[in-house]
T-cell receptor, first 113, second 113 residues
Framework: ETGVTQSPTHLIKTRGQQVTLRCSSQ?????VSWYQQALGQGPQFIFQ???????GRGNFPPRFSGLQFPNYSSELNVNALELDDSALYLC????????????FGQGTRLTVV | DQQVKQNSPSLSVQEGRISILNCDYT??????FLWYKKYPAEGPTFLIS?????DKNEDGRFTVFLNKSAKHLSLHIVPSQPGDSAVYFC????????????FGTGTRLTIIP
């Protein structure tokens, strides 16, 4: 049990719509990262938040945005959904620092039709 | 540009024997490497990590070896057990931390009873 929870577990949206995915960090962790995992691929880094500030971003367009709240929970927002956004979205929480590992939630399966 | 490569999509090993999963990387800035295991409908679970200042790290049945000059690492599982059947991801980062993990595409390990 990692303590990282994501909601919802599954979601179906229509192309052009907007979606918000949520993540509760493991207790004591101050850093949250979001990853997109397409079918048959490894997770791809979207961005990371540390103490409510974005702390690094991968190769994703600005329609992918996020928030981290004072309790270190986080949201991932995707605007103008495209069919290729269909994927498993993973949230990972961790402590900032050296030699630390990230703990993942179970993911949200997003299907865009 | 795949900076972390797992060239074997699948591997089958007899129960009790050694499983060896391989991973290659191209980015010389990577200095921290992690292995994750993923079961269907679950998020990745951290297994073991190694920093570039070491060439070996052990944790119970799991050992990770790092060959910096070859930019290659491997995960050894011995003895292999049926519960080890899962998809294994190799991940790498810079700055000895968990920021912006770059994942391979995974290797599906099947342990044959």
């Amino acid at each position: 049990e990692t303590g990282v929870t994501q909601s919802p577990t599954h979601l179906i949206k229509t192309r052009g719509q907007q979606v918000t995915l949520r993540c509760s960090s493991q207790s004591g962790h101050n850093t949250v990262s979001w990853y997109q995992q397409a079918l048959g691929q490894g997770p791809q880094f979207i961005f990371q938040y540390y103490r409510e500030e974005e702390n690094g971003r991968g190769n994703f367009p600005p329609r992918f945005s996020g928030l981290q709240f004072p309790n270190y929970s986080s949201e991932l927002n995707v605007n103008a959904l495209e069919l290729d956004d269909s994927a498993l979205y993973l949230c990972a929480s961790s402590l900032a620092g050296l030699y630390t590992e990230a703990f993942f939630g179970q993911g949200t399966r997003l299907t865009v039709v | 540009d795949q900076q972390v490569k797992q060239n074997s999509p699948s591997l089958s090993v007899q129960e009790g024997r050694i499983s060896i999963l391989n991973c290659d990387y191209t980015n010389s800035m990577f200095d921290y490497f992690l292995w994750y295991k993923k079961y269907p409908a679950e998020g990745p679970t951290f297994l073991i990590s190694i920093s570039s200042i070491k060439d070996k790290n052990e944790d119970g049945r799991f050992t990770v070896f790092l060959n910096k000059s070859a930019k290659h690492l491997s995960l050894h599982i011995v003895p292999s057990q049926p519960g080890d059947s899962a998809v294994y991801f190799c991940a790498a980062s810079a700055n000895f931390g968990n920021e912006k993990l770059t994942f391979g595409t995974g290797t599906r390990l099947t342990i044959i009873p």
